[in-house]
């Protein structure tokens, strides 16, 4: 059993900078793929980045592409999503999400959720 806690949302100016971070408690994390998600207002529930366990490689949707980065440190079993030039349409809850394995949960599907924090790209 995999418990995946958020942190990190809040309100942000256009332009401006947060840091989201997921905090894991599970014996390890060094077989997870951790994948980022987001739900808009109204809208479905959307991957935004993968992170792999084995080599670190990642995959991001191409809304966010350039101005997010994902990262993960097993050892503190934390995994982090760096998200700059914020815009409005990024407006969302967000999820991190894990999948057992070496797919990222975005395109294979997901075992454990988290429950979500609020980002609100506004003036």
């Known amino acids: 059993q995999v418990q995946l806690v958020e942190s990190g949302g809040g309100l942000v100016q256009p332009g401006g900078s947060l840091r989201l971070s997921c905090a894991a408690s599970?014996?390890?994390?060094?077989?997870?793929?951790i994948g980022w998600f987001r739900q808009a207002p109204g809208k479905e529930r959307e991957g935004v980045s993968c992170i792999r366990y084995w080599d670190r490689s990642t995959t991001y949707a191409d809304s966010v592409k350039g101005r997010f980065t994902v990262s993960r440190d097993n050892a503190e079993k934390m995994v982090y999503l760096q998200m700059n030039d914020l815009k409005p349409e990024d407006t969302a809850v967000y999820f991190c999400?894990?999948?057992?394995?070496?797919?990222?949960?975005?395109?294979?599907?997901?075992?454990?959720w988290g429950k979500g924090t609020l980002v609100t790209v506004a003036n």
């Open positions: 999400a894990a999948r057992g394995g070496g797919r990222c949960p975005m395109d294979y599907g997901v075992d454990y």
């Open positions: 599970a014996v390890t994390l060094d077989y997870y793929a």
